[in-house]
């Protein structure tokens, strides 16, 4: 299909290597040769996977329902001419760019991506990105305890509970002690008065999973009193267009979730991690850095730099494992903000604002139905629902409206909560739609009662 | 470079300058110039204990890393901030300007594990076959 | 020379994409809003012409030949991106219940199943998202199996000096303490240096068959029993599974986990970097520690996320998959079949052979037998008699649109170069490769100066990486600067 061998090539070939025949050369030893049958479907034409892919697509209800599901993936608008120039070819089959003389298209668009989340987090450095905003924050969190000797973790539980549960996942396997912070009535974080001083880091997702704005200065000030690091996480990168940098903030570490910045949501990914910090840290940074220098004739020039800290040099002493990253998704988010600026993406940022607040005034006009929480938000807020949450989004999704993330899902005992998103792609008729069955399955309680 | 006979070597490839109680440390030239251009130098902290052929420190280059092995035991006391400015002293001057630290030692400390200049070179002239 | 990004755009240049909502202050007090936002506004056309312009200064596999050991950079079908892109992926939520996600998670369950009938394992998970990512998740699970079993005590990760570095890397993140291995003279892992390092403390031992010489270690199951034998766990980094897809499977060696590359192997673009994705399988005993959730088949033949792995680690990323990527393996390997699958390995293998039989009188092959799918020769004689090196050749290869080979590992080898065709190029390419290294040797003998000074014909030449990893170290050069005001960039 895609190698180009004739029966007389092949032959040919054998001849200059002085082999008999292909199974001379490829055929496992002794034992190992596979006996039984695979479990593989036989091969077909490519018509036929096309229309078989396609056929598995069209099962997907969910990508074509009316959506209220936020929760660290976000729809957005995705303009086209970003995702046109990034998956050219010549970016999309390219190799890792460590030739830097073949690679500076590449190694530019990354340098680019690293200065945009330098602007947008507000820190001195960025990396050339991770895997996603879960893993962003574990290497966040092995940053902070490499700076401060400790492993010793807070984190808030306000923190998305995918990203908790990843970090306690490698925090088994390293060694690291995590001590949860617990939420607050009002959706925020109930920050204690002192911090024991043996924690490296406080860990603070803003806005936090129930999309509220944390008070995250007065979170570094306990971090910094207490000997600690402050952490930013944001799973919705579109805030940091509008919110107060992490930096200005008072954090050290800001990691979290790009998607936003023009990649689709997809069933989980990829999508791209960020990493950023202040100079002080730079040589903890996990992964891959580009740096500007010039070349022998004096031209400017990027390469990828600071390698001592990576696994194909440290080897065991490694500051991370990681060697593929999301070099394409962070080059499609680099695309989306030089296609979109700044004014557009204050323009969609407000158009969040405002599109969240439609439906929470449209919700909170149904009764039994309000928000759960008074503070200040971005695009995402829980409504306290009449019914349980779980068996009205079930209801709803028979009605072709995917509710939101009814909260019992990660937090067991928040039975009538329901965390619910909209963003510039929820339209008046969206919101009508979903208030409408609401309030039906709303009086469909009242009824029963 | 021809080795300086005022002192003595590691295998690891470190040069040590005993003066009283206070031994000088660096790499040697073999060392540099295996590494490459030097982008980064760590060093211990004035005051912190350094055990005898336990890793101090780290050399890095564009290429390669490698770690700075205490040749005797005790306490640092002077680091060359020099070095930590500008990495490329090292390479420019390896048994000069690009001393690395300064060990306040105790006086028969242990040195049979140290190398004059003659064996060091064997040990030099090896590893190039 | 292209500009920045940052170095173009004047402010209220481009579109607002959105219908106007008014300023972020009339929702949000003004406390909690951010100052100027430093980004530029670009036209359209600016961004056009500045990624397009970018684009002309990339190698990539639809130009140009990657020879690169260990990378497998074969062709990546186009199909494949169409199906990628329908939007009944694209458009699904990861948190979409599993009733309106059916044709996503019954893509998954297959996919799971076909891996691990191709590679004799109990089950994948397709989480992982690259192939460290993977290696990490593999080193998480044998810890928790040995912390259960009463064994914690084994912290030994074995690891031939030939290794990938991420092996170690991962071995370290969970505190093991990685010992080497050495290879015998003919290139294979040394068996009996192998078992004089075994003991009880023996957790894990990490190997690719082949291995990063190219060589089918021949002794792989006494080694799997050897391992075994003590206690230990074998891991396989599937790196090299270009070499025996459809032809052999780790399972049958012995190996209880591994990883795969679906962006080496199965044809999923490498994308400048990535993204990647990494499926770890695992045997029948290490299976009920994968991370959660798996895709299962339920009773009334629908598929759902299951978080019942009964002792999962927990999960290594908030989201399921890498699913856009793993959509594009799926098509590749439905393409195909498995016969398929091992008749690329075939040709594969015989494309690297051909390559080595055809440079030996230019550079030397140390392992000069029969090679899988990848091999090593050396540029050490070159350098001895001309001064040139390894590193020159790779130079000198760019300047005739041919990407470097992998250089400089396995360490074993001095100035080593690690060649991997792939089965997707043709007899043609492979002979102008050969061809182009001969052009080289020679110019190295006549002129070694101008060979060290290519590439000559690159957008750049020879960049100073001292100058940038001084200034790195400093936390400066890694990002744009303003330099004053301009436009909307200050």
């Given at each position: 299909m895609y190698t180009p061998h004739t029966p007389d090539d092949i032959q040919a070939m054998l001849d200059v290597i002085g082999a008999p025949s292909l199974a001379t050369l490829s055929d496992p030893p002794r034992g190992l040769k596979i006996k039984q049958r695979l479990d593989v479907a036989p091969s077909r034409s490519e018509s036929e996977v096309y229309a078989d892919i396609a056929r598995m697509a069209d099962l997907n209800d969910g990508a074509r329902m009316v959506s209220f599901l936020g929760a660290g993936a976000y729809r957005h608008y995705r303009p086209p001419a970003a995702a046109w120039f990034a998956t050219r070819s010549e970016f999309l089959t390219a190799y890792t760019p460590y030739q830097a003389e073949a690679s500076q298209g590449s190694l530019q668009a990354i340098f680019e991506w690293q200065t945009y989340m330098c602007l947008l987090t507000g820190m001195d450095v960025s990396n050339a990105s991770v895997y996603d905003g879960s893993t962003a924050m574990v290497e966040g969190v092995i940053m902070a305890a490499h700076a401060e000797g400790s492993k010793r973790i807070a984190i808030s539980q306000a923190v998305h509970p995918l990203y908790r549960r990843t970090l306690q996942t490698y925090a088994d396997g390293m060694g690291f002690e995590i001590v949860e912070l617990p939420c607050g009535a009002g959706g925020r974080t109930a920050l204690p008065e002192k911090l024991d001083g043996s924690f490296a880091a406080l860990v603070m997702q803003s806005p936090n999973f129930f999309g509220c704005i944390e008070e995250v200065d007065r979170a570094a000030r306990l971090a910094h009193d207490n000997g600690a690091l402050l952490i930013h996480v944001a799973t919705e990168a579109l805030s940091l267009a509008v919110l107060k940098t992490p930096r200005e903030l008072g954090a050290d570490i800001a990691v979290g979730e790009a998607q936003s910045f023009g990649l689709p949501v997809g069933y989980g990914g990829p999508y791209v991690g960020y990493v950023s910090t202040t100079r002080d840290h730079v040589r903890r940074l996990p992964g891959r850095l580009v740096g500007q220098t010039t070349d022998s004739g004096g031209r400017r020039a990027f390469v990828l730099t600071l390698q001592g800290r990576e696994q194909h040099i440290r080897r065991e002493l490694a500051t991370s494992n990681i060697c593929t990253n999301q070099a394409l998704c962070a080059l499609i988010a680099t695309a989306y903000l030089a296609t979109v600026g700044a004014k557009g993406l204050r323009a969609i940022a407000a158009a969040n604002l405002q599109r969240a607040r439609a439906l929470a005034s449209a919700i909170e006009k149904l009764p039994g139905y309000e928000r759960a929480h008074d503070a200040p938000f971005f695009n995402e807020f829980v409504i306290r629902t009449p019914v349980a949450a779980a068996e009205l989004a079930q209801r709803l999704q028979r009605a072709g409206v995917l509710a939101g993330v009814p909260l019992s899902r990660f937090y067991p005992a928040m039975t009538h909560a329901l965390l619910v998103c909209a963003t510039e792609v929820t339209s008046d008729a969206d919101i009508d739609r979903f208030t409408r069955a609401l309030a039906e399955e709303g009086e469909r309680a009242v009824a029963a009662v | 470079m021809s080795l300086p006979t005022d002192r003595l070597y590691t295998k690891e490839h470190e040069w040590v300058k005993i003066d009283g109680a206070t031994a000088v440390v660096g790499i040697t030239d073999h060392a540099q110039s295996s590494l490459g251009d030097i982008v980064y130098v760590e060093l211990p902290k004035p005051g912190a204990s350094v055990i005898r052929s336990k890793a101090m420190g780290v050399v890095e280059s564009v290429k390669a890393v490698s770690d700075i092995f205490a040749p005797v035991s005790g306490t640092i006391a002077e680091i060359n901030g020099g070095v930590q400015d500008d990495p490329a002293t090292v390479n420019r001057d390896p048994f000069g300007d690009g001393w690395l630290v300064k060990i306040a030692t105790a006086s028969g400390e242990a040195r049979e594990a140290l190398l004059d200049a003659d064996a060091y070179q064997r040990v030099v002239d090896e590893e190039r076959h | 020379m292209p500009s920045l990004l940052f170095e173009r755009g004047a402010a209220g240049r481009g579109s607002a994409f959105v219908a106007d909502a008014g300023a972020p202050e009339r929702y949000l007090d003004a406390a909690h809003v951010r100052g100027e936002l430093p980004i530029p506004d670009l036209t359209e056309l600016e961004v056009a012409r500045h990624f397009t312009e970018l684009s002309h200064r990339n190698f990539n596999v639809d130009l140009n030949f990657y020879p690169l050991g260990s990378c497998t950079m074969k062709y990546n079908p186009k199909v494949n991106e169409a199906v990628a892109n329908f939007p009944g992926f694209t458009e699904l939520h990861p948190l979409a219940p599993d009733g309106a996600a059916q044709g996503a998670l019954e893509l998954l369950w297959r996919m799971q199943r076909e891996l691990s009938s191709l590679f004799g394992m109990e089950t994948f998970s397709?989480?992982?998202?690259a192939g460290a990512h993977g290696e990490l998740t593999a080193m998480l699970m044998a810890r928790k199996y040995f912390k259960e079993r009463g064994?914690?005590?084994?912290i030994t990760c074995i690891v031939p000096d030939t290794a990938h570095g991420t092996n170690p890397a991962s071995a370290a993140m969970v505190g093991y303490q990685v010992v080497s291995v050495p290879s015998t003279p003919r290139g294979h892992t040394d068996l009996r240096a192998l078992r004089d390092r075994l003991d009880s403390s023996i957790a894990v031992c990490m190997m690719t068959n082949p291995n990063t010489l190219g060589l089918f270690e021949d002794e792989i199951v006494e080694m799997t029993q050897a391992v075994h034998d003590a206690g230990g766990l074998m891991y396989y980094?599937?790196?090299?599974?270009n070499a025996i897809v459809g032809l052999c499977r780790p399972g049958d060696m012995g190996f209880d986990l591994m990883h795969l590359n679906l962006h080496k192997t199965f044809s999923v673009p490498h994308g400048g970097g990535g993204p990647g994705s990494g499926p770890v399988g695992a045997s029948r005993r290490l299976a009920p520690y994968l991370p959660t959730p798996l895709v299962e088949r339920t009773a009334d033949g629908s598929f759902a996320l299951a978080e019942s792995v009964p002792r999962s680690i927990g999960a290594v990323r908030a989201f399921w998959t890498h699913f856009l990527a793993v959509v594009r393996a799926y098509a590749y390997i439905a393409a195909h079949g498995a016969e398929g699958l091992a008749q690329n390995s075939r040709l594969a293998v015989l494309n690297a052979n051909y390559v080595r039989v055809k440079i030996k009188d230019l550079l030397s092959v140390p392992y000069d037998d029969f090679c899988r799918h990848e091999f090593v020769c050396s540029a050490e004689r070159l350098k001895k008699e001309t001064g040139v090196r390894a590193l020159d050749l790779a130079k000198g290869l760019l300047d005739a649109g041919i990407h470097a080979p992998t250089m400089y590992w396995p360490h074993v080898v001095p100035e080593c170069l690690m060649i991997e065709p792939t089965e997707t190029e043709s007899r043609d390419t492979l002979d102008e490769f050969v061809e182009t290294i001969r052009l080289l040797v020679d110019r190295a003998h006549a002129d070694p100066e101008a060979v060290k000074a290519?590439?000559?014909?690159?957008?750049?030449?020879?960049?100073?990486e001292a100058l940038v990893g001084r200034l790195a170290n400093k936390g400066i050069g890694l990002r744009w600067e303003p330099q004053g005001p301009r436009g909307s960039s200050t």
């Open positions: - | - | 397709l989480m992982p998202a064994e914690a005590d084994r980094d599937g790196a090299n599974a290519l590439p000559q014909k690159t957008p750049v030449h020879r960049v100073d």
